[in-house]
């Protein structure tokens, strides 16, 4: 699932790649993938549009468009942005020849045949599959929104109603806004595990499971350990954790597991950097114990038992 890193990765390979671009118009192959407002109205309102900034805030991808609106893409499980060159064309005969395998994978989409039977192209790339939206770019680009389990959202605002858009979002943890301050009184008053409430996006916004779990091992902390019984040394350490562990993620170019892929259709590095998440029965870093894997709050959840123990406060 993308990330804090993966989303700002994404925003910065957008940036140099689309701002001053214009959006021709948008195919909708899967339509619950947009969430405001009706298609209708979507497709009408955003044709033409130029694209004028690109910024993160959480886990949402923010487009700026011409006509004081806002596009919101948010790739929950496995959504992924990428940007194809002009020369491509989409197949959507499937749609009507076999509509049960068109509700999986979408439309076919293939380079423009040359008239030569050449034809030397990836096309059978599973990056270019799963595809539920299309942006046309006036230049011949397309930029696709890929999306396997189709939980994603995508939506058109007035810039005016951003806030309304992006629902009750915490405090952005790569800010100055974020201090251990903040943090401390963020979990004050909180007794679930800590684990379940770095997930909680209305505290942090940001973090999911992998940056969760590498934060909680670099300040030694147990992830059942209730949010309000943290000292302020421990506090201090999390949120040096939390701040260390997303920027080296999005050094990396983001956390690549299965889905996760650039907008060049790259896995990012930082798989080879985690130190828990995915770890189970790997020695700690540290400490050389087998790494366990617990389930919080229906979260896998990755640990090394004896860095981080559960101590009852
Ligand atoms: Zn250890």
Request: hydrophobic fraction near 35%; glycine fraction near 6%; charge should be negative.
């Amino acid at each position: 699932m993308p990330e804090l890193p993966e989303v700002e990765h994404t925003a910065r390979q957008l940036r140099d790649a689309i701002i001053g671009a214009k959006i021709r118009e948008v195919l909708v192959f899967w339509e619950n993938t947009i969430g405001h407002p009706d298609l209708p109205d979507f497709l009408a309102e955003i044709a033409d549009r130029d694209i004028l900034s690109v910024r993160r805030r959480g886990k949402f991808l923010i487009l700026d468009l011409s006509g004081e609106l806002i596009l919101t893409i948010h790739r929950r499980m496995t959504g992924n942005l990428l940007l194809l060159p002009p020369g491509w064309e989409i197949d959507t005969s499937l749609k009507t020849s076999d509509p049960f395998t068109w509700n999986i994978k979408g439309p076919l989409i293939h380079r423009y045949s040359t008239g030569n039977a050449e034809t030397t192209t990836d096309e059978t790339s599973s990056d270019l599959l799963y595809c539920r939206v299309c942006f046309n770019l006036a230049d011949g680009r397309r930029l696709l929104y890929t999306d396997p389990r189709k939980f994603g959202r995508i939506e058109l605002w007035p810039r005016e109603r951003e806030q309304e858009a992006l629902k009750s979002l915490g405090t952005e943890p790569l800010s100055e806004d974020f201090t251990p301050e903040i943090l401390a009184k963020s979990l004050s008053g909180r007794k679930s595990p800590i684990k379940q409430v770095l997930l909680n996006q209305e505290v942090i916004a940001g973090l999911g499971n992998i940056y969760a779990d590498e934060a909680l091992y670099y300040a030694s902390i147990h992830p059942l350990r209730r949010a309000n019984s943290l000292t302020p040394a421990e506090v201090q350490l999390l949120h040096e954790g939390i701040v260390s562990v997303l920027t080296l993620g999005i050094e990396h170019g983001g956390t690549s597991f299965s889905e996760y892929r650039d907008l060049w259709g790259e896995a990012g590095d930082n798989y080879n950097h985690v130190r828990v998440y995915h770890q189970e029965g790997k020695p700690c870093l540290r400490c050389s114990t087998p790494i366990e894997r617990i389930v919080v709050a229906q979260r896998s959840t990755h640990f090394c038992p004896k860095c981080q123990k559960l101590t009852l406060v």
